[in-house]
């Protein structure tokens, strides 16, 4: 029914993608504001995250897009709309299960708590996901809706 090998292949281009960039991006905040302001050296990295995830949204989407139009380039499924929607949810819940272990669980020297990701970064973490989840939705919109 689903392709697997190019679910996971998707899902994997598409996340580390987003995630390579996601890192630079907070790299590139959490250095500028450190440099620009040596005495302020409480700017955490979870203050780097809260001021780069505006920008998030702007590049899943083209990301997301990609790795569904990967996938979609050979469907498993007749229906290709039923096909679509489920491997938005896998995508969905897969990118938030792996954020949650990234960014909350993973071991590294400065914590985050889940309410500096996630509560304090409203609506954009809320743009991320969802964009996530409408992406194989818009391919199989755009691509089979022609034919």
């Not at 292949?9 to 790299?27: A, N």
Request: aromatic share 18%; hydrophobic share 50%; no cysteine.
């Amino acid at each position: 029914m689903i392709n697997i090998t190019n679910l996971i292949i998707g899902f994997i281009v598409g996340f580390v993608t987003v995630y390579l960039i996601k890192r630079v991006h907070i790299k590139r905040v959490l250095t500028k504001k450190r440099v620009s302001n040596p005495q302020k050296k409480s700017f955490t990295l979870a203050n780097a995250y809260q001021k780069a995830v505006v920008f998030f949204p702007i590049y899943y989407l083209p990301i997301w897009i990609v790795s569904s139009i990967y996938y979609f380039s050979n469907p498993a499924y007749k229906d290709v709309v039923v096909e679509g929607i489920v491997v938005a949810v896998i995508w969905f819940v897969l990118a938030i299960v792996l954020d949650i272990f990234i960014w909350i669980y993973s071991p590294k020297k400065e914590k985050n708590h889940w309410k500096e990701i996630y509560i304090k970064t409203q609506p954009w973490t809320l743009l991320m996901y969802y964009t996530i989840l409408i992406s194989p939705i818009i391919v199989v919109l755009i691509i089979y809706k022609k034919q």
